[in-house]
C-alpha cells in the first residue's frame, strides 16, 4: 500500500514539474515571430473598416496630422487637429517637444490614459507616426495609425465632414520612456563599443548617407551605421500603405536587425527615425531607440566622428 501510494505521489509530482516546464517555455517565446506572414503587433494599424468602427466609441480619439488647410476642407468625423510642428521643443527644435508642453496640448485634445489614440497624415505614415512615437515616449501607448492615412480613407469611401468636434480638455501625464529615446553621448558610445548585437540605423536616403546630399555642416553618416530608407518599408503605388510583414522582415534581417538586437534609428530630425521605430515595432524586431537629435544635431557639430 505504502509503495502504491509512493508512486502515486510520484507520478502527481512529475506531471507538475511537466506544467512547469511547459510553461516557461511559453514565457520564453514572448515576442516572438512565430508567423513570418503576420504582423507581430497587427493593432498598431488601423483600416478603413476598423476606425469606422471606433468612431462612435467614447474611449477613442481620432487626431489628423496633415496641415490645417487640409483639415479645415475636409476630415474624419470626429477628428481633431494637432500641429505635426508641435511636436518638437519650441525652444530648441533639434529636440522632442517638452512632457509639460505636450501634456498640455494633447489634454485639451480629450487625451488622457483612459483614451485609444487613432492618428492619420496624409497617406505615408511619415507624421501619424512621429506623433505616435512622441505618445510612445511620454508613456502612453494606447495608440495606433491608419495605414494609408487620410488618401486611403477617401479612396475607400469613408466619411469626411468640415465640422470640428466639441472637445472637453482632461489631464494628461507624462512619464518618459527612456528606453524610447537617446542622447548624442548614448550613440558616441555605442559607436565606440562596436557591438556586433548594435545596429545603428540610418533611414535618410542613400544620397544622405554617403554625403551626397548635404542637409547639414556635414555630410555623411554615424560610423558603422547601416543604410534602409524609411520609404521602403511603403508601397509604392496609390494609395500608399505598409507593405506585408514578410518582406519587412526580410528588409530589416538583411540589414542585421534580429528580434533581440539594439537598434538606434536617426535620420535628420528623428521624424523619419520614428517611422522605422514604429515598422520595427510593427513587425516583432529589433528593440528600439530613436535618436532625438539625428542628423540635425550629429551633422552640425565638430568633435562628431563621420564616415562617408
Keep these: 500500500m505504502n509503495r502504491i501510494w509512493w508512486l502515486m505521489l510520484s507520478l502527481v509530482a512529475l506531471v507538475a514539474l511537466t506544467a512547469a516546464a511547459c510553461g516557461d517555455d511559453d514565457d520564453d517565446t514572448g515576442g516572438a515571430v512565430t508567423d513570418e506572414s503576420a504582423y507581430s503587433r497587427p493593432e498598431l494599424l488601423e483600416s478603413t473598416e476598423t476606425l469606422t468602427a471606433a468612431l462612435d466609441k467614447d474611449d477613442v480619439v481620432v487626431v489628423d496630422l496633415r496641415s490645417k488647410e487640409a483639415y479645415d476642407e475636409g476630415h474624419v468625423p470626429g477628428a481633431v487637429w494637432y500641429d505635426r510642428t508641435a511636436l518638437k521643443d519650441g525652444e530648441d527644435e533639434t529636440y522632442v517637444i517638452k512632457g509639460d508642453?505636450?501634456?498640455?496640448?494633447?489634454?485639451?485634445?480629450?487625451?488622457?490614459?483612459?483614451?485609444?489614440?487613432?492618428?492619420?497624415?496624409?497617406?505615408?505614415?511619415?507624421?501619424?507616426?512621429?506623433?505616435?512615437w512622441v505618445l510612445r515616449y511620454y508613456g502612453h501607448e494606447e495608440a495606433s495609425v491608419l495605414n494609408g492615412g487620410f488618401a486611403k480613407w477617401k479612396a475607400d469611401g469613408g466619411a469626411v465632414t468640415k465640422d470640428a468636434p466639441s472637445v472637453t480638455a482632461v489631464n494628461f501625464a507624462a512619464a518618459p520612456d527612456e528606453k524610447a529615446i537617446?542622447?548624442?553621448?548614448?550613440?558616441?558610445?555605442?559607436?565606440?563599443?562596436?557591438?556586433?548585437?548594435?545596429?545603428?540605423?540610418?533611414?535618410?536616403?542613400?544620397?544622405?548617407?554617403?554625403?551626397?546630399?548635404?542637409?547639414?555642416?556635414?555630410?555623411?553618416?554615424?560610423?558603422?551605421?547601416?543604410?534602409?530608407?524609411?520609404?521602403?518599408?511603403?508601397?509604392?503605388?496609390?494609395?500608399?500603405?505598409?507593405?506585408?510583414?514578410?518582406?519587412?522582415?526580410?528588409?530589416?534581417?538583411d540589414a542585421g536587425i534580429g528580434e533581440d538586437t539594439e537598434v538606434i534609428t536617426y535620420c535628420q530630425t528623428a521624424v523619419r527615425g520614428a517611422h522605422s521605430f514604429f515598422t520595427l515595432a510593427l513587425v516583432g524586431l529589433g528593440q528600439a531607440r530613436n535618436y532625438d537629435g539625428s542628423w540635425f544635431e550629429w551633422g552640425n557639430r565638430e568633435d562628431t566622428p563621420i564616415e562617408r
Excluded at 508642453?101 to 511619415?126: Q, T
Excluded at 555605442?190 to 546630399?213: C, F, H, M, P, Q
Excluded at 553618416?221 to 506585408?244: F, Q, R
Design 101 to 132: 508642453d505636450f501634456a498640455k496640448k494633447v489634454g485639451e485634445l480629450g487625451i488622457d490614459d483612459s483614451k485609444h489614440v487613432i492618428a492619420y497624415d496624409d497617406g505615408n505614415g511619415l507624421w501619424s507616426t512621429r506623433f505616435w
Design 182 to 253: 537617446c542622447a548624442l553621448d548614448y550613440v558616441l558610445d555605442k559607436v565606440a563599443e562596436n557591438n556586433d548585437n548594435v545596429v545603428i540605423l540610418d533611414v535618410r536616403s542613400a544620397a544622405e548617407y554617403t554625403g551626397s546630399d548635404v542637409r547639414a555642416d556635414k555630410g555623411g553618416h554615424i560610423p558603422g551605421a547601416v543604410n534602409l530608407d524609411w520609404v521602403t518599408s511603403m508601397t509604392t503605388g496609390e494609395p500608399v500603405v505598409w507593405k506585408d510583414a514578410a518582406t519587412l522582415r526580410k528588409q530589416f534581417r
